[in-house]
């Protein structure tokens, strides 16, 4: 071993009774800024290089209103976008959802790549997906919706909003929605469907 490592011996043994008890422990690089103290109370466990986290909880069922700063989204979950006007309201307008890709938040800014994105625009809604396979701009023919499908696009700001986590109603309602350009988000990566194999 290169490094000398603290061991958290309380926080081992948690993660090594999750695994007897055959519930999932998952393993993180050290350099992800979102680990919290462990609750067993509250979620499944998570472990990475002796530092254990509360694992990810399933989409709620109904709104929580636990809003959330940038900094702090996690990558390849899904969130709702609300402006920051709009905090504490009873419903809060929500201007759209985002699925983060890379949570690029540091001291000195603010910013996210997004596998996909859904806002509100003047004139309706605005779908962008990111495909790394993407060869050009393309847009796919949709009803109720505008679409941008790209190799890369540009966040727009997002200073002024804060974020919550999506119910699992409106997960559904974007799966739909990536479904009708042709795209799932699946295994925590947009892919292409292949509807000769669906």
Request: charged share 35%; glycine share 4%; proline share 4%.
């Amino acid at each position: 071993m290169d490094k000398n490592c603290l061991v958290d011996v309380d926080g081992l043994i948690r993660v090594l009774q999750a695994i007897k008890d055959g519930k999932p422990v998952e393993y993180r690089l050290l350099e992800d800024k979102s680990w919290f103290d462990f609750d067993p109370t509250e979620c499944e466990i998570d472990t990475e290089n002796y530092k254990y986290r509360v694992k990810p909880k399933e989409y709620p069922d109904i709104d929580n209103h636990l809003y959330i700063p940038m900094r702090d989204l996690e990558e390849g979950r899904i969130y709702k976008i609300i402006h920051k006007k709009a905090r504490g309201q009873q419903d809060p307008d929500v201007f759209g959802y985002v699925c983060v890709r890379v949570n690029l938040c540091s001291e000195d800014k603010d910013d996210i790549i997004f596998h996909f994105m859904l806002t509100r625009a003047l004139y309706g809604r605005i779908l962008y997906v990111i495909d790394d396979k993407c060869e050009h701009l393309c847009s796919e023919r949709t009803a109720n919706f505008a679409n941008i499908i790209a190799l890369y696009y540009n966040t727009p700001p997002l200073t002024d909003y804060v974020f919550a986590m999506a119910t699992k109603k409106e997960v559904a309602e974007l799966d739909d929605i990536l479904r009708q350009v042709g795209y799932e988000f699946k295994d925590y990566e947009m892919q292409k469907i292949d509807w000769n194999k669906e």
